[in-house]
């Protein structure tokens, strides 16, 4: 089992940027591709980004590369989301994943094995 907990969530004007983290524990945090998803009410669960184990790789939606970076410090069981320029359509609930090895391109929620709870992230006009 492995446990997940965002935090770093809160509102943000448009253009400002806010650092997104998630704690994981249970088990070894090396060995897990982490992934970050977001979901608006009434939409779909959506891929945002995931880096392999070694942090050597990263994925990305299309629409957040250039201000969007995830990185991991396996040190401290930690994934991180640094997001810039935000948008309003990046206002969502953002939640970290982690599936066993894998890899940064497993792009669907069913691909990853544990969820943390969420953190709400509000961007304004």
């Known amino acids: 089992q492995v446990q997940l907990v965002e935090s770093g969530g809160g509102l943000v004007q448009a253009g400002g940027s806010l650092r997104l983290s998630c704690a994981a524990s249970g088990r070894t945090f090396s060995f897990y591709t982490m992934g970050w998803f977001r979901q608006v009410p009434g939409k779909e669960r959506e891929f945002v980004t995931a880096i392999g184990w070694s942090g050597g790789r990263a994925n990305y939606l299309d629409s957040v590369k250039g201000r969007f970076t995830i990185s991991r410090d396996n040190a401290k069981n930690t994934v991180y989301l640094h997001m810039n320029s935000l948008k309003p359509e990046d206002t969502a609930v953002y939640y970290c994943?982690?599936?066993?090895?894998?890899?940064?391109?497993?792009?669907?929620?069913?691909?990853?094995?544990?969820w943390g709870q969420g953190t709400q992230v509000t961007v304004s006009s």
């Open positions: 994943a982690a599936k066993e090895y894998g890899n940064p391109w497993y792009t669907k929620g069913e691909n990853y094995d544990y």
